[in-house]
Structure formats: C-alpha cells, structure tokens
C-alpha cells in the first residue's frame, strides 16, 4: 500500500486537503466519495498548495504596477491596517503618478460606498475579470488578505498565463473568421443600394414618355428604386429607433437572458458560442480548483467571467449542487446548457481525483471544437452570402437587359 495526498471539497464547499493509503489513486478517490467529498487531486503531494494566479500580461509597466499593488495590499492587511488606510499608504507610496491616480481612484470609490472588487472594477485596463472576482470572492469569505497574499505570492505562474493566452487566441479566431463573411454581406449590400439610387434610375430615363410596355422584373426593379428613394428616410428611421429599441431592451436583464438563449438556438453559429462558453469556464475552472479555491467560490469565479448570462446563470444551480454534496458532474448535466461530454468528462475527473487535470482537457477539447465549428460556419456562411448577393445583383441587371431587348425588338 502506498500514501496518497489528496485535495477534495466538502458538502460546505470548503476545502479539505491530506493523505490516505491506499492500493491506487482511483481507491482514494472512492474512498473520499464514500466519506462524501467530492476529490479534486489525488497523487504526489504537490511542492506548494498556494493558489498559483498570474495577472494578465499587460506591458511592463502596468503589470510591475499591479503587482506592486497587490504585495503591498497583501502585507498591509495582514498587518490588520483597515482597508482604506491600506490603499491610502499604497498609493502615497507609488512611484508612478498615472498608476497613483489609478489608486487614489480606487479609494473614492471605495469610500463612497463601492466594494473593493467594484472599485477595482473601474479599471479593467489594470485588473483583470479573474483579479476582480477573486478580490469579490475574499470579501464574500472575509478572507481579502489571504487572497491578495496568494496574489502577489504567484503572480507569475503559468496557469493562468495558458487561460488568458488562450482565451484571447480563440476570441482572434473567432472575429477573424467573421470577418469576410461580414466583410462580403456589406459589400454585396452596398453594391445593390448604389444600383438602385444611382444606376436604376439614370437607367429609368430611357422610358420616360414612352408607351413601350416594360417587362415586368424591369417594373419590379424601377419599382423597388422609386420605393427606396422616395421612402429611405422612413427605413433609416425605423432602423435607428429598432437599434434604440434594442440596446435598451438587452440592455435589461430579461431581455439578455432571452437574446443569450436565442444565440445558442442559432444553426451552426450558436454550437460555436456554447463550446466557446463551455472552454472558456473550463480553463478558468482549471485554474481556480488546481490551486485550492474552494469549487463552490471557483465556480462563481469563473461565472462571472462567461459572456453568456444564460449559461452563467445555470451555473447558479450548479454550485447550489455542489454545496448539497453532489459533486459538480451530476449538477453540470442538470444544468442542461452545457455539451454532454463537459459532464462525462467531470464525472471522470471525480472518479479518478483529477478534476483539476480533466477541466484543462475540458477546456482543450472544447477550444478545438469551437475552431471546428467556427470553420463549418464560415464555410456555409461564405458562399450563402454571395449566392444571395450574387442573385439580387444578377437580378437587378438581368431586369436592365430585358429592358434593352425589349427595346430593340421594338425597333426591328
């Protein structure tokens, strides 16, 4: 028999961590869930059990900013000087008079009644989602000095170095991809509004007064240009009012719960948005629970990081599942907003005492099938735009030649 570190989260969602003997890892693993903890590492115990958190990679300067904020944050509380005294002398001891401003900022906002994770929030620029949540995290716990001691002690560890390097790698793609698809419609669409404003209707004068009986898509086209002449300010109006309509409807919280449902209900491109959804939680849950943030606190964290409020909001039950001593796999596939594997995959890392190792597979496998996805749209989405585009254009001059044969048997 051997001895085993393990790392498991108890129906609390707090963490319990030591060791166990045993035949093999997966044994301890099913002792833990026997014991009703939900493992998380079970193996070789690791050379330090801090939360391993970089903050993103800003330029230089900026990061040595950050970091000097969060040591000196960091030795400050745990020195028990209250909050705002801590930011006052953090900032009074600052080097740059940018990044001080930054700081005194911050403490205006704090004193004017703001949490530290929202005052901290008004400078995304300095502070990342990650930073900003697991500030909020130790002021739900009361334990904002170990936070910002973990902070500045693993700062720059790679972890979260890979989750945003990879989220801002699959973001490019995504918007890459897009843009000739996009690029194409605007084309196309400009292409059809200038022949019906200024070709169509240099095109019309040659009719003007005269009995010959047009054919009929020639009408329709002369039509469609007098309409869209006549009438664009009406279009244009209710485009602008339909946009104002709209920001302000999604900008309510029932109307973004309903427009992230109906992105995941698109063909094709809402399979892309769920699995970018589902790797982008993976990888921050990677790095939350391989560093001991209790799971309950990891996956609001990472929550809070998802774009989707449909998806984050089912995360909701899934964390109230996790406090019930369910694990995390069974309320995943409850939760129904997440591909079935993610929850496979889970159950797995549970069994086995390596959640932390299965979310970063996760989160790879889901990254790879976003660029898949992304790939089979743009494919279809491509060439639908210039069949589309090429036929109304087609059209448009198809009416012009029908108009100049008609012409010319008129003459013969």
Same mark, same amino acid.
């Given at each position: 028999?051997? &001895?085993?570190?393990?790392?498991?989260?108890?129906? +609390?969602?707090?963490?319990?961590?030591?060791?166990?003997?045993?035949?093999?890892?997966?044994?301890? #693993?099913?002792?833990?869930?026997?014991?009703?903890?939900?493992p998380i590492y079970v193996g070789v115990a690791p050379k330090s059990s801090g939360i391993e958190i970089k903050l993103p990679s800003f330029g230089g300067g900026r990061r040595r900013d950050v970091l000097f904020f969060t040591q000196e944050l960091s030795t400050l509380l745990n020195s028990s000087v209250p909050l705002d005294r801590a930011i006052s002398i953090t900032a009074e001891l600052t080097e740059r008079p940018a990044f001080r401003f930054v700081v /005194? +900022? %911050?403490?205006?906002?704090?004193?004017?009644?703001?949490?530290?994770?929202?005052?901290?929030?008004?400078?995304? +620029?300095?502070?990342?989602?990650?930073? !900003? $949540? @697991?500030?909020?995290?130790?002021?739900?716990?009361?334990?904002? #000095?170990?936070?910002?001691?973990?902070?500045? +002690?693993?700062?720059?560890?790679?972890?979260?170095?890979?989750?945003?390097?990879?989220?801002?790698?699959?973001?490019?793609?995504?918007?890459?991809? @897009? %843009?000739?698809?996009?690029?194409?419609?605007? %084309?196309?669409?400009?292409?059809?509004?200038?022949?019906?404003?200024?070709?169509?209707?240099?095109?019309?004068?040659?009719?003007?007064?005269?009995?010959?009986?047009?054919?009929?898509?020639?009408?329709? @086209?002369?039509?469609?240009?007098?309409?869209?002449?006549?009438?664009?300010?009406?279009?244009?109006?209710? /485009?602008?009012?339909?946009?104002?309509?709209? =920001?302000?409807?999604?900008?309510?919280?029932?109307?973004?719960?309903?427009?992230?449902?109906?992105?995941?209900?698109?063909?094709?491109?809402?399979?892309?948005?769920?699995?970018?959804?589902?790797?982008?939680?993976?990888?921050?849950?990677?790095?939350?629970?391989?560093? &001991?943030?209790?799971?309950?606190?990891?996956?609001?964290?990472?929550?809070?990081?998802?774009? $989707?409020?449909? !998806?984050?909001?089912?995360?909701?039950?899934?964390?109230?599942?996790?406090? =019930?001593?369910?694990?995390?796999?069974?309320?995943? =596939?409850?939760?129904?907003?997440?591909?079935?594997?993610?929850?496979?995959?889970?159950? %797995?890392?549970?069994? &086995?005492?390596?959640?932390?190792?299965?979310?970063?597979?996760?989160?790879?496998?889901?990254?790879?099938?976003?660029?898949?996805?992304?790939?089979?749209?743009?494919?279809?989405?491509?060439?639908?735009?210039?069949?589309?585009?090429?036929?109304?254009?087609?059209?448009?001059?198809?009416?012009?030649?029908?108009?100049? &044969?008609? !012409? $010319?048997?008129?003459?013969?």
């Amino acid at each position: 028999m051997a &001895t085993f570190f393990f790392r498991a989260v108890a129906s +609390d969602g707090r963490v319990r961590t030591g060791s166990l003997s045993g035949e093999s890892e997966n044994g301890i #693993a099913r002792e833990l869930r026997k014991q009703g903890l939900t493992p998380i590492y079970v193996g070789v115990a690791p050379k330090s059990s801090g939360i391993e958190i970089k903050l993103p990679s800003f330029g230089g300067g900026r990061r040595r900013d950050v970091l000097f904020f969060t040591q000196e944050l960091s030795t400050l509380l745990n020195s028990s000087v209250p909050l705002d005294r801590a930011i006052s002398i953090t900032a009074e001891l600052t080097e740059r008079p940018a990044f001080r401003f930054v700081v /005194l +900022d %911050v403490l205006r906002i704090l004193k004017g009644g703001r949490t530290l994770a929202d005052s901290l929030a008004a400078h995304p +620029d300095y502070f990342s989602e990650l930073y !900003i $949540n @697991m500030v909020r995290a130790g002021e739900a716990s009361g334990s904002l #000095a170990v936070i910002f001691e973990r902070l500045s +002690d693993f700062e720059r560890t790679r972890e979260l170095s890979d989750f945003e390097r990879t989220r801002d790698e699959l973001r490019n793609y995504i918007v890459s991809s @897009m %843009v000739y698809p996009a690029l194409l419609a605007c %084309v196309g669409l400009a292409s059809i509004l200038i022949l019906l404003n200024f070709v169509v209707p240099r095109f019309a004068s040659i009719f003007e007064g005269s009995t010959l009986k047009m054919p009929l898509p020639t009408e329709l @086209m002369l039509d469609a240009s007098n309409i869209l002449r006549t009438y664009w300010w009406m279009g244009a109006s209710a /485009l602008t009012a339909f946009a104002v309509f709209w =920001r302000i409807y999604t900008g309510t919280v029932a109307g973004r719960l309903w427009w992230d449902g109906a992105r995941l209900r698109i063909p094709l491109l809402g399979d892309a948005m769920l699995k970018a959804e589902t790797s982008r939680f993976a990888r921050a849950m990677a790095t939350l629970v391989s560093n &001991t943030v209790p799971l309950v606190q990891s996956i609001q964290i990472a929550a809070a990081t998802l774009n $989707n409020k449909t !998806i984050s909001g089912a995360l909701v039950g899934v964390a109230q599942g996790v406090k =019930r001593g369910e694990g995390i796999a069974v309320p995943l =596939r409850k939760a129904g907003v997440f591909p079935p594997l993610a929850a496979h995959l889970l159950t %797995v890392g549970e069994e &086995t005492g390596r959640l932390d190792q299965m979310f970063t597979r996760m989160a790879d496998i889901y990254e790879n099938d976003t660029r898949a996805a992304i790939r089979r749209f743009t494919s279809i989405f491509e060439p639908l735009v210039i069949l589309i585009m090429g036929v109304m254009v087609g059209g448009l001059i198809l009416s012009m030649l029908l108009a100049i &044969t008609s !012409i $010319n048997d008129v003459a013969v």
